[in-house]
């Protein structure tokens, strides 16, 4: 065969190649999990999720320094006086602006972490965040308000819905907070795959998880099951990844969270992508109906080791976070 035959052959088949993250979007939306504006606009996704964590992340690494001066100038309103918690909401909403304007769809703002079993300040910071979006021209429908779901946030985010601000209860980690959430209408759900995932490779060293028996997917996939046999409306986005293997072990979740290192790895693979959860499968299953109570949700938590542990470790990190972010402003102040 001719050399340049060969090479145009070649090249259509290359061009007709589909990577595994472009593979994936066929079967579930992907969301940019960063708060690195330049990776959200190189892997396209549809939405994305920030929090204190990776707003530290990016404001320590001193590319965005411009938005904090943005946030302080903002929060003042030409007063020469400066609140801390009034400066870091701007930063987190202006985080979040520069991050729409590279999405089509919705960012998550979050709610600060030590609020997670105050109910009434919960709905007080969602709302001042609504506003400050409103501010700035953005509808309230392009943003999740990001809330832990502690039995207080779940309840906090059930009042917010019926208002029309939108939540994405985060810190999810068994599947009595995820049906609290579903009965409670939240928009959104984020169980976090790699920190069950951690914590049952820290107690159990010896078993060998691999992506089918991992226990981060298989909570997400009876989450996802229960809630389609039962028609619930709130959207499940797995979290908090540690390899490709747990993503494409969920490929047909609503949605999955991604960092941008596991998008880079997911387009420069050529692996296939075999859509793992259907309605379809999940009508067929004979699942029990659980009927939410706080007194029954809390006994289910403190019955959870692992959930009830995960959920008071990821408050308390992501509050340290949000403590290191307003010394950094106070610094700058």
């Known amino acids: 065969m001719d050399e340049r035959i060969r090479r145009k052959i070649s090249q259509v088949i290359l061009k007709n190649i589909v990577n595994t993250l472009e593979a994936l979007k066929k079967h579930t939306k992907i969301v940019a999990d960063t708060g690195d504006f330049e990776s959200i606009e190189k892997f396209s996704p549809l939405d994305a999720t920030t929090n204190p964590s990776l707003i530290l992340k990016s404001t320590k690494s001193g590319k965005y320094n411009y938005l904090v001066d943005n946030a302080i100038k903002a929060s003042s309103k030409g007063n020469s006086t400066f609140n801390v918690e009034d400066v870091l909401d701007y930063l987190s909403v202006f ?39 409103g501010e700035y021209g953005v509808d309230k429908s392009r943003i999740l308000i990001k809330i832990a779901s502690t039995w207080e946030g779940i309840k906090a985010a059930e009042i917010l819905e019926s208002e029309g601000i939108h939540t994405n209860l985060t810190l999810l980690f068994s599947k009595v907070q995820a049906i609290a959430c579903a009965e409670a209408g939240v928009t959104l759900i984020s169980p976090f795959v790699g920190r069950i995932y951690d914590w049952y490779k820290k107690n159990n060293p010896e078993d060998n998880f691999d992506s089918e028996n991992d226990p981060g997917v298989l909570s ?31 490929a047909g979740c609503d949605l999955l969270t991604i960092s941008p290192e596991l998008l880079d790895s997911l387009s420069n693979s050529n692996d296939e992508v075999v859509p793992k959860l259907t309605v379809a499968k999940a009508k067929d299953l004979p699942i029990h109906k659980v009927d939410i109570t706080e007194e029954y ?37």
């Not at 289910?300 to 340290?320: H, P």
């Open 95 to 133: 985080f979040g602006l520069e991050i729409l304007k590279k999405i089509p769809g919705r960012v998550s703002t979050e709610v600060n972490a030590d609020l997670s079993f105050n109910k009434q300040k919960t709905i007080d910071k969602a709302r001042k965040l609504i506003s400050i979006y």
């Open 220 to 250: 997400v996939k009876e989450i996802f099951n229960y809630f389609k046999k039962f028609d619930y409306n709130t959207e499940i986005m797995g979290a908090s990844f540690r390899n490709t293997s747990q993503i494409l072990e969920l």
């Open 297 to 333: 949700f809390r006994w289910q938590m403190n019955e959870d080791e692992m959930a009830t542990e995960k959920l008071s470790q990821g408050i308390r990190v992501f509050n340290n976070d949000l403590v290191k972010l307003k010394k950094l402003i106070n610094n700058i102040l």
